[in-house]
Structures are given as structure tokens and as C-alpha cells.
């Protein structure tokens, strides 16, 4: 298993390194620079001129690809232009946000999707299974930014139960932390649970016709122990695939909710640090979050051997 | 008496006089809490390195310079107890006002106004301000002295300017690199906590020494007093949002409530509306080194098309008053020269111009962007305008850096540019015409040829000593602008700003301010 961790973050190294190059050209290639963010409206073409000079960003493409990579070498992801301050610590500065964000809306989405699914599938083609899918094509379709405007206007506005934004560390205050973030986490959800419930449906049906089901039923086993144990047991390997891209979905999903809940997490700072071309925390922001989500689908790797004895990485 | 002194002197005096028969400003209700939603990121609170003005609407209210402005947009003297201005014009000496500390407890010396201007000529972001200062020192702890290289009757008109100000900070903080500046000023309010991109937060600071010229806050000056405990700045850049904060009481203040929130707010008894007139001009330059744009028929004919209440209309739903130049109404320089040529709407005489300028179906690319909204608006009116007269026309939309960069390369193929003008219109004449004066004319004159009659109207507006005369030179260059449509103004942009109703004493402003502001008992 050690074996196959290392090999899995040997073959990460290569990844991070273009996706940094990726990101480097993209940024460079799109017109546009830090400058007019920096001047705001009323810069003259002499001011954003003498901003460009300043920041370094009038130097050849090239000195500037030398020198990230060398500041990469040494650890160093660079200092964002607009916030004066080291990417990295501006970057896991807001981490736990929007981690904790993500969890939130995960352990939503698991929670309904999942028993959203099962329950469909042990109930096919019931008024339940109908009810289910149209729930679960609802929260698909419907766009997050005008579920969460409907939610901040009914449960903030008219019912005053949870505020309209901003955000309150969990360490801090645990109960300000859920009210902050519940609707937030609600908004990012649905969409997933959508997507979950269906994958977890059709799964379950799979599994539930295949032999080793039938036998188990016919030795007398409680229905309980016959889907808990035996179907659901078989049908988590590719759910547990799908969880991993909703992972990825969520995080990558939380542009959206942070910008309209006023949370300060990763989204709205790649965000805003994209709009204003702040070069530097667009690409070292990148790569963090890029390195975070190759750990995420390697724990996805891990979760299978510990679901099916039959996946294991370290034998030939 | 110095011309630059009476300048200053003039609504100090009036102060003064005043004195006698008004009491300062005193807080009627001391404490809470006031969070104000604002609607853009804050980059930096490094008020020299940044124009932005998410930072001015917090750093405002941290620092102070030597000089700001009014409420009328007058200069006057802040830190500064008094100016003298040299009989040759060549040296301004300010003798600052005493008792005044920074945010640390350190008591303010010229030491630190001298370390303040150190910093603001390696990184200031408006350094250009002291290109003609040959240099300055102290010859006291009290006194700092500017010397000049030669006499610059408008000196002291941009060193007041509120778009960078050089604000004063502790002399052990003059190597801070740009945007990594400790947040200690000498202002009302002191920085307690600042996340960007989630909120800032500032407390009374108890060791202000308010400024015993004026009775009242006065701009950016005047006699401040903070009466809040905490004012926190939420950054809350959704609309909707923003209205829902202020609808539920979390927020006690926010800025640009949009126009179609404002009927149903209107309605509402806990909330008061601030309608900010004059917030920006919106404006429209052509590109005159592109065809077929560079031709002054062409142009004119554009000119005639525009219908300037259908454009503002779409551009600001309704919130505009039309403004034929490049100052607001009301203010001090403003003219309406050149009106002859404003919002003629008449598509017969377009039509005219055009045939008269030699068009051939060229196709016009109109630039624009999706950032500010008002300007997509715009652009999408003056297209349909210009089609009706038979132009034909291309939308390129962009987003505000790379629309930037084009319009800074008149050869990447635009024709007419969208853009507005805020915070220059309202420093004066002088800040706003330097968008059209070479080396940075926004219409783009092919190089060496600039107009030489735009250019003697500039140059008379920076270098005539007498206030009527480089008055009077803006006049002339406002008309010129206009008869040969280098520009294109639209209107005056008004913004809504809004309070809840026990918010007492906010003023709408260029910038919030929340000194004098306080909760009704």
C-alpha cells in the first residue's frame, strides 16, 4: 500500500508541473493585465504604464517563466499583486473555508443522496422512485445562484431564521459557523445530491438483480441485512467513484455560493484573483488546489481497497 | 496675500468666524456596532499604492494627509494648522497641528510627514503629483516645507486631491512595500481586524484630535467625530444580497442599492434612501487613428446619431441626469460649453455627416464590457442607434482588464470605447482634462499630431496663475473636445446608497463616511 501511495504522488509531480505551465501560458496568453485592476477607471495609459514597470509584468515572458519556476523550486509560490500578500497564506488562509464549506454540503449530499437512491431503487417504479427522480432532476436544473437568492429572501428575509451571508469560523463559534453556513452549503448541495441519488439508484437496482442478492434473500436473510450489508456493500465501488468527482464539483462549485453569501473562501478569491489577471495567485492558488484534489482521488484510491478486499495496490 | 493661501484661507476663515456661534459637532448617542455592506473586494488598505475605491471608502476614514477636500470639493488644510505660500510661489511651508498621534500612541512630527512623502515619490501611485517639487524638509518638529522647482499655480489643487492622497504615515513604516502598509493613520477610526475579501473592521479611536478649524465633518475634513464603537466593512458584492442585508437589519448601511430594488425599498418605513448624484460620467471615446473613425465627419455624424436619455436610461435604469461636460453641476469649474453638439439626436443630419465623410459600410467595432453594466448597457443602445443611420456596427465585449488593454493599443481594431469617469470629474477640471491632453489623450491622435488647439487649451488650464483664466481655458477646451467629438459624454450616473432609519447623520458621499454618524437613542 506504501508502495502504491509513493508511485501515486510520483505521478502527481508531473501533473502539478503542467498544470503550472498550463496555467502560467493561459494567464499570460489572455489580454489583459493586473494593471487596469490596479489603476481602476480613472488610470491614465502613463499611470498603468509606470504600474506595469513596477509589478515587472513589462518584462519578456521568458524572465517572468524563470523566475516563478525558481521561486517553485525554492518553495516559493510569489506574493498576490493585489493583496500584497504570499500566495500560499493567502491560499490556506481561506482553505479551511471553503473546506469546511465543501464537508458541509458532502455529508448533505451523502446523507439525502444516498438514501434518496436506495430508497428508489427499493421502491422502483413506485410513487416514491417518480417522486425521487423529479427531486433529484429539480435539484440538477435548477441553477445555484437563484436557489440561493430564493433561500436568502425566504429563510433570511421573510423568516429572519439564518443570515444573509458572511461567515463564522467553526472554531470560533460553532453555532454561528451552521447558521452562516447552512444555506450556503444547501445551495452547493443539491445539485449533487441530484446526481448522487440517481447514480445510487440505478446501482442499487443493478445489484439488487444479480444473483448473489437472489441467494442471499432465498437463505432467509432480513431484508436490512440483504440491502445494507450485501447490495449497498457492492454498489459503493462506483458510487465511491462519483463521490470523488463530486468532491471535485463541490469545491471547484463553490465560485458561485462564496460570491453570493459573501464568504471569503477559495472561489472568491481564484475569482476575483482571475479578473484582475493577479497572475501570481491564480497560478500558485491553482497548483494548491490542484495538489489538494490529486490527494482527494488518491484517498478515492485507498477507499476501494478498504470497500472491495479484492482491489489490492500492493500485490503483482 | 498669496493667492494659494487665500485659497485655503477662504472657508478656513469662514470656520473660524463661525466658531463664535456654533458648538463643535458632539456625538448625541455614543456606541453600537455599524456594518455597512460594501458591494466590491478590497485589495489593500495601502492607501499610496492603491486608486481603487474599495480602499478609499475604509482607508478614508483611517488616514489623514496634510490637505483634502471639502465638501464642495475646495481644498483644505487637514493635519496642516496653517500654510504659507512664498510671494515667488516656490515654496509652501505647513505648520502642522499639534497633539495630533498616530494609531500606535506615537505623537505625529514632521519626521513622519517628511517619511510620508519619501514613501508616496518611491511608490506612490499619483507620484507624478510631485514631478515639479524639487524637494522638502524639516526645519521642525512642527514645520514641513515643500520646495518647488518652478511656480505651478495648480499645485496645491492636486496635492489635496482625494484620488491617492499622500496621507501621513509613521515614519518607521516609509519601507513598507507597496500594498504591505501597516494600517496606522491618524484618523478617527482605527483598523482592528481586516480579511480581504470577507470584511474590514475599525474601532473608535479614542486618542482622536479633531480638527478645532470647523464645527462639522466638511469632505473628506472638517471636525470628525467617531460615535460608533465598530464599523465593520462587509464586503457583499451580490445586489441582492446586499439588499437582503439591509432589509433584515445585519447591515445598517449599504452602497449602490440597485435602481430596481429602490421602489420596493422606498416603501419601507426602516430603511432611507441616499441617492448619490453625479457618481460618474458615463462616456464614450472614439479611436482616431482607426478608420473610420479618424475622420471628424464620421465622428460628428456618431455624434448626431445619439439620443443621450435613451442611452442613460438603459445604462442606469432610470438613475441619470443628462450633463453636457466633463464637471458635474453645481461644481465650481462646471460649464456647458460646447452644449451645441449634446444629445442631438437628430438621424436626418447623421445621415448628412455621414455621406460627407466618404463612409463605405465599414464595419465599426464598439468595445465594451460586462463588468460594469451601465457600460454594456450603453454600448448596446449606441449600437442600435448607429445602425438606424446605416453604420454598420460590431459588438466586442470583454471583460474590464483586456477591454483596458485594447483601448490602450489603438491598433487592435476597436472604434469606439466605453468607459466612466467618477472620482476625476469630481477632483476638478484639471484631473478630468488630462484624459485629453497629450502624452494620455483618450481619443488617440496619431503621434505628433496632436491638436494643437486642445493643446494650447490644456496648456493654459495647468500654467495660467489666475483661476478665471485656466477657467476659462477649460471652457474652451470642453467646447473643442466636443466640435471635433474626441469624446462623447453621456450623463451624470447617479448611485443610491441607503441606511436604515435609526442611522442618523450620513451624508451620501463620494466615499462612506462614518464620522458624525451615530443610532438614534
Known amino acids: 500500500?506504501?508502495?502504491?501511495?509513493?508511485?501515486?504522488?510520483?505521478?502527481?509531480?508531473?501533473?502539478?508541473?503542467?498544470?503550472?505551465?498550463?496555467?502560467?501560458?493561459?494567464?499570460?496568453?489572455?489580454?489583459?493585465?493586473?494593471?487596469?485592476?490596479?489603476?481602476?477607471?480613472?488610470?491614465?495609459?502613463?499611470?498603468?504604464?509606470?504600474?506595469?514597470?513596477?509589478?515587472?509584468?513589462?518584462?519578456?515572458?521568458?524572465?517572468?517563466?524563470?523566475?516563478?519556476?525558481?521561486?517553485?523550486?525554492?518553495?516559493?509560490?510569489?506574493?498576490?499583486?493585489?493583496?500584497?500578500?504570499?500566495?500560499?497564506?493567502?491560499?490556506l488562509a481561506r482553505l479551511p473555508v471553503t473546506l469546511s464549506l465543501s464537508l458541509y454540503a458532502l455529508a448533505i449530499t451523502l446523507v439525502l443522496g444516498l438514501a434518496a437512491g436506495i430508497a428508489a431503487a427499493l421502491r422502483h417504479n413506485s410513487i416514491l422512485d417518480q417522486a425521487v427522480m423529479m427531486g433529484a432532476m429539480f435539484g440538477i436544473s435548477?441553477?445555484?445562484?437563484?436557489?440561493?437568492?430564493?433561500?436568502?429572501?425566504?429563510?433570511?428575509?421573510?423568516?429572519?431564521?439564518?443570515?444573509?451571508?458572511?461567515?463564522?469560523?467553526?472554531?470560533?463559534?460553532?453555532?454561528?459557523?451552521l447558521r452562516a453556513a447552512t444555506m450556503p452549503a444547501i445551495s452547493l448541495a443539491l445539485l449533487q445530491v441530484g446526481l448522487l441519488a440517481r447514480i445510487t439508484r440505478s446501482t442499487m437496482l443493478e445489484t439488487l438483480r444479480q444473483d448473489f442478492v437472489r441467494t442471499a434473500r432465498a437463505k432467509g436473510l432480513p431484508n436490512a441485512l440483504v440491502v445494507g450489508k450485501h447490495a449497498l456493500a457492492n454498489a459503493l465501488i462506483p458510487i465511491t467513484t462519483v463521490v470523488g468527482i463530486i468532491i471535485t464539483l463541490l469545491v471547484s462549485g463553490s465560485v458561485v455560493t462564496e460570491t453570493i453569501f459573501s464568504v471569503p473562501g477559495i472561489g472568491q478569491l481564484l475569482t476575483s484573483a482571475i479578473l484582475n489577471r493577479d497572475y501570481p495567485m491564480v497560478q500558485g492558488g491553482l497548483l494548491i488546489m490542484t495538489a489538494l484534489l490529486v490527494l482527494v482521488n488518491i484517498g478515492i484510491d485507498f477507499c476501494y481497497a478498504l470497500l472491495d478486499p479484492r482491489v489490492r495496490y500492493d500485490e503483482r | 496675500m498669496p493667492k494659494a493661501a487665500l485659497l485655503l484661507a477662504a472657508p478656513l476663515l469662514a470656520s473660524l468666524a463661525g466658531i463664535a456661534q456654533a458648538e463643535p459637532f458632539k456625538c448625541p448617542h455614543r456606541g453600537g456596532d455599524f456594518t455597512f455592506g460594501q458591494e466590491a473586494n478590497v485589495p489593500s488598505l495601502d492607501q499610496m499604492a492603491s486608486s481603487a475605491i474599495a480602499t478609499r471608502n475604509i482607508a478614508m476614514n483611517i488616514f489623514e494627509a496634510l490637505t483634502t477636500r471639502d465638501e464642495h470639493n475646495h481644498p483644505i488644510l487637514e493635519l496642516a494648522d496653517s500654510l504659507d505660500e512664498a510671494e515667488d510661489h516656490l515654496t509652501f511651508t505647513f505648520h502642522l497641528r499639534q497633539g495630533i498621534k498616530f494609531h500606535n500612541g506615537k505623537p505625529m512630527s514632521s519626521a513622519d510627514v517628511v517619511a510620508s512623502f519619501d514613501r508616496y515619490k518611491r511608490m506612490g501611485f499619483e507620484r507624478s503629483t510631485l514631478d515639479n517639487v524639487d524637494h522638502w524638509d524639516a526645519p521642525d518638529a512642527a514645520t514641513f516645507v515643500i520646495h518647488m522647482k518652478r511656480a505651478q499655480p495648480t499645485f496645491l489643487e492636486q496635492l489635496s486631491s482625494f484620488s491617492v492622497p499622500i496621507v501621513i504615515i509613521p515614519a518607521e513604516d516609509r519601507d513598507d512595500p507597496p500594498r504591505q502598509l501597516k494600517t496606522i493613520g491618524t484618523g478617527p477610526w482605527q483598523l482592528v481586524d481586516f480579511v480581504p475579501g470577507s470584511f474590514a473592521k475599525l474601532k473608535r479611536y479614542d486618542g482622536y484630535v479633531p480638527n478645532p478649524h470647523y464645527e462639522d465633518i466638511t469632505g473628506f475634513g472638517g471636525y470628525k467625530q467617531a460615535c460608533f464603537d465598530t464599523v465593520t466593512f462587509r464586503i457583499v458584492t451580490e445586489p441582492g444580497a446586499r439588499v437582503a442585508g439591509?432589509?433584515?437589519?445585519?447591515?445598517?448601511?449599504?452602497?449602490?442599492?440597485?435602481?430596481?430594488?429602490?421602489?420596493?425599498?422606498?416603501?419601507?418605513?426602516?430603511?432611507?434612501l441616499l441617492p448619490l448624484l453625479n457618481w460618474w460620467i458615463q462616456i464614450m471615446l472614439p479611436n482616431t487613428q482607426a478608420k473610420p473613425t479618424d475622420n471628424l465627419d464620421f465622428r460628428k455624424a456618431v455624434q448626431a446619431a445619439l439620443d443621450m436619455d435613451e442611452i442613460m436610461d438603459a445604462a442606469s435604469d432610470g438613475n441619470y441626469r443628462l450633463n453636457v461636460g466633463f464637471q458635474y453641476p453645481g461644481q465650481p469649474d462646471y460649464t456647458d460649453a460646447g452644449k451645441a453638439d449634446y444629445n442631438l439626436h437628430d438621424p436626418a443630419l447623421a445621415k448628412k455627416l455621414l455621406q460627407s465623410s466618404g463612409y463605405k459600410g465599414e464595419t465599426v467595432a464598439i468595445l465594451t464590457n460586462k463588468d460594469y453594466t451601465s457600460m454594456y448597457n450603453a454600448a448596446l443602445v449606441v449600437e442600435q442607434e448607429l445602425k438606424a443611420i446605416g453604420v454598420a456596427t460590431r459588438l466586442e465585449v470583454t471583460?474590464?482588464?483586456?477591454?483596458?488593454?485594447?483601448?490602450?493599443h489603438p491598433e487592435t481594431g476597436w472604434n469606439l470605447y466605453f468607459t466612466a469617469w467618477g472620482t476625476q470629474p469630481a477632483l476638478g477640471a484639471l484631473a478630468t482634462m488630462q484624459f485629453l491632453a497629450p502624452p494620455t489623450a483618450g481619443y488617440w491622435p496619431p503621434a505628433g499630431h496632436d491638436d494643437p488647439d486642445v493643446v494650447a487649451a490644456w496648456r493654459d488650464m495647468t500654467n495660467l496663475p489666475s483661476e478665471q483664466g485656466r477657467n476659462d481655458a477649460f471652457a474652451r477646451m470642453q467646447k473643442l473636445v466636443l466640435d471635433r467629438a474626441y469624446a462623447y459624454p453621456f450623463g451624470s450616473l447617479t448611485k443610491i446608497q441607503a441606511v436604515r432609519a435609526n442611522v442618523v447623520g450620513f451624508r451620501p458621499f463620494r466615499i462612506p463616511r462614518f464620522s458624525n454618524v451615530y443610532f438614534r437613542d
Open chain 1, 142 to 177: 435548477v441553477p445555484s445562484f437563484w436557489l440561493a437568492l430564493l433561500m436568502i429572501i425566504f429563510f433570511a428575509v421573510e423568516l429572519g431564521w439564518l443570515p444573509t451571508g458572511g461567515y463564522v469560523p467553526f472554531l470560533q463559534d460553532p453555532v454561528g459557523w
Open chain 2, 246 to 272: 439591509l432589509q433584515t437589519g445585519e447591515l445598517q448601511g449599504v452602497e449602490d442599492v440597485p435602481a430596481k430594488s429602490a421602489p420596493d425599498l422606498k416603501g419601507d418605513k426602516n430603511i432611507v
Open chain 2, 399 to 408: 471583460d474590464w482588464p483586456t477591454s483596458t488593454e485594447r483601448f490602450e
Open chain 1, 1 to 91: 500500500m506504501a508502495r502504491f501511495f509513493v508511485q501515486r504522488l510520483l505521478t502527481a509531480l508531473p501533473i502539478l508541473a503542467m498544470v503550472s505551465l498550463i496555467t502560467f501560458g493561459l494567464m499570460h496568453l489572455i489580454p489583459g493585465d493586473p494593471a487596469a485592476a490596479l489603476g481602476g477607471m480613472s488610470a491614465t495609459p502613463e499611470q498603468l504604464a509606470q504600474i506595469r514597470h513596477d509589478l515587472g509584468i513589462d518584462r519578456p515572458i521568458w524572465i517572468q517563466l524563470v523566475r516563478y519556476y525558481g521561486g517553485l523550486l525554492h518553495g516559493d509560490l510569489g506574493r498576490s499583486i493585489l493583496l500584497g500578500q504570499g500566495v500560499a497564506a493567502a491560499t
